[in-house]
């Protein structure tokens, strides 16, 4: 059906949505129309409502986002929104009914918008060919990415393979032509009727004489008749399109993310997104040079890394041994202390006994592992024994970290532990050993005192 057969004749009634100018000429960026009406009042949004009679701001549909442009230069249109097959304006300022309004439209988000949409629609048309059976059940863009919800995920190598076709076809300029249908698609929504009740479609042609040329360059086999096109996507769609695969510049696929059982998402950018990319990827690669003091650039990054993972675990284990060492002495200078204050005694009944006696400890630079060593080495060494008990703790002092008390006696070490909960903000337990890790060690120097006065209340 021919497109003028369906335009309204009436100058007062506005121009359907499927007939609109930004439909059916999509690169006009300039255009004149008429204000039809106005709303009084701004909405919630503090915007003014106003019917225009044609327009080449595209309202939000099918996936693609609405356009943004000015009416007469100075009042901006900040959402247009289709209300059945009307279309609505929402300005920031109100405008005078039936006078003539110039509208320009923000060509870079429109040309964008129109990238990647018809991007979506070739990226669709190939997964679905039948070599790779994924379907597209939805798509979606945002601010910098797209993506096409697919009924499987392709293999690397499909993937691999796709993004050298799309590229092949764009070099290949095949036309994408809009032809309108009588027969309603069911992915529509319900309040969209179609103007006359018809249907816009987007078809994207696959050209057999280009194919032909690339074939046979010299065109030894001169054919009289034109090959012609065949279809290679036939698609319902309200959007604004290129006109030619050319515009689309490139299109790179992405990665993938599984959804819903065995769908996928597969992300992609077409045109100038997928330039951006490579220049925020490209800055990101450059500013790691001197983070990862690799002068040579990024193809010496991985052996950079790897020796720095290499060097960092060496270091760990450094550490480790050295820590280990420093437990030793630790326990040592216990040793000999005890020895000297708090004698162990022999019973008559053959077990030992020994003072009440409370040993201290906390160092701010190491963990649980550290007080596991040392606890290890206190029963290795045999000085957990008669009245004692030991209180130790690790962390920096406003991040707080973990603390084991541990004593021969289990309502001993219960009881200091209570004491400890009270005027530290810990959580811990257990018997024998007491386990806990605390928030901050704000009050752990009153926290020993109270333990050393219940210690030697005993
Ligand atoms: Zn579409």
């Not at 690169?27 to 949004?45: A, D, E, I, M």
């Not at 096409?148 to 076709?165: D, F, H, I, W, Y």
């Not at 036309?175 to 319900?190: S, Y």
């Amino acid at each position: 059906m021919r497109e003028d057969a369906l335009t309204s004749n009436s100058t007062t009634s506005q121009v359907p949505v499927g007939l609109l100018t930004c439909q059916h000429t999509p690169y006009l960026r300039q255009f004149n129309t008429t204000v039809l009406s106005c709303s009084k009042k701004p909405n919630k949004q503090k915007l003014y409502e106003v019917q225009l009679q044609d327009t080449i701001l595209f309202p939000e549909g099918g996936g693609q986002p609405c356009d943004f442009g000015t009416i007469n230069e100075n009042i901006e249109v900040k959402n247009v929104q289709r209300v059945g097959t009307s279309h609505v304006h929402h300005t920031t300022a109100p405008i005078e009914e039936g006078i003539e309004a110039r509208l320009e439209v923000d060509w870079k988000r429109r040309f964008d918008h129109m990238q990647q949409h018809s991007g979506q629609h070739l990226v669709s048309a190939l997964f679905e060919q039948p070599e790779y059976g994924c379907d597209t059940l939805a798509w979606g863009m945002n601010a910098t990415r797209c993506h096409v919800e697919l009924s499987k995920a392709p293999t690397p190598e499909q993937v691999q393979e796709v993004e050298e076709r799309l590229n092949l076809y764009i070099r290949r300029n095949y036309p994408v032509h809009v032809t309108f249908t009588e027969e309603r698609p069911a992915t529509l929504p319900k309040d969209y009727v179609g103007p006359n009740g018809v249907f816009r479609v987007i078809e994207i042609m696959e050209d057999l004489d280009v194919i032909a040329s690339e074939q046979d360059p010299l065109n030894t086999n001169p054919s009289e008749k034109k090959r012609g096109l065949v279809r290679l996507d036939y698609n319902p769609c309200c959007g604004t399109h290129v006109k030619s695969l050319k515009d689309l510049q490139c299109i790179k696929l992405l990665h993938q993310e599984k959804i819903r059982g065995n769908n996928c998402r597969l992300f992609f950018v077409c045109g100038q997104r997928a330039l951006d990319l490579l220049q925020e990827s490209y800055q990101v690669t450059k500013d790691l040079a001197p983070v990862l003091s690799a002068p040579g650039g990024p193809e010496t990054y991985v052996d950079t890394i790897v020796k720095n993972q290499k060097a960092a675990r060496e270091t760990v284990k450094q550490v480790k041994n050295l820590l280990k060492e420093i437990a030793a002495y630790q326990v040592r200078d216990w040793a000999s202390e005890l020895k000297e204050k708090n004698p162990i005694a022999s019973q008559e009944d053959g077990k030992t006994t020994s003072a009440p006696y409370l040993v201290k400890y906390h160092r701010d630079d190491v963990d649980m592992d550290f007080l596991g060593v040392i606890t290890a080495l206190l029963k290795d060494n045999d000085l957990i024994q008669g009245q004692r008990i030991f209180i130790l703790s690790a962390g920096d002092k406003k991040e707080g970290g973990p603390m084991i008390i541990v004593g021969q006696s289990d309502e001993a070490v219960k009881k200091i532990a209570t004491e400890v909960t009270k005027l530290i903000d810990i959580k811990g337990g257990g018997k024998g050993r007491w386990q806990g890790k605390s928030k901050s060690w704000q009050g752990l120097d009153s926290a020993w005192a109270a333990a050393e006065a219940l210690v030697h209340a005993e």
